[in-house]
Nanobody
Framework: VQLQASGGGLVQAGGSLTLSCAAS????????MAWFRQAPGKEREFVGG????????YYADSVKGRFAISRDNAKNTMYLQVNSLKPEDTAVYYC?????????????????WGQGTLVTVSS
């Protein structure tokens, strides 16, 4: 599976964006997927994950209630709806996929990564 993230941009605090992760390959619907982010000078951080079927999602405490992950397996695409954005959400957002239907929160457990899309939140 190859992944391509898109949808980032510059937004004011309190604003919203929808990030997309388009996948190529035959195994998307059986792949646990996740979003990570990395701010300048910081380590890559788990944002949230979704199971292969889309029936299970999980979010980091820092984004819970503001971000929502979904997927459309018919379109081989995963989404991250980001709402109520804060300046501290500024980062490059990466989508990732793994062999296995469950999500995991450790980057090392993912074998496929998108190139990242930059989200900048101004105060």
């Amino acid at each position: 599976v190859q992944l391509q993230a898109s949808g980032g941009g510059l937004v004011q605090a309190g604003g919203s964006l929808t990030l997309s992760c388009a996948a190529s390959g035959r195994n998307f619907k059986t792949s646990g997927m996740a979003w990570f982010r990395q701010a300048p000078g910081k380590e890559r951080e788990f944002v949230g994950g979704i199971s292969g079927s889309g029936s299970s999602t999980y979010y980091a405490d820092s984004v819970k209630g503001r971000f929502a992950i979904s997927r459309d397996n018919a379109k081989n695409t995963m989404y991250l709806q980001v709402n109520s954005l804060k300046p501290e959400d500024t980062a490059v957002y990466y989508c990732a996929g793994r062999t296995g239907t469950t999500w995991m929160d450790a980057p090392r457990l993912y074998n496929c990564w998108g190139q990242g899309t930059l989200v900048t939140v101004s105060s």
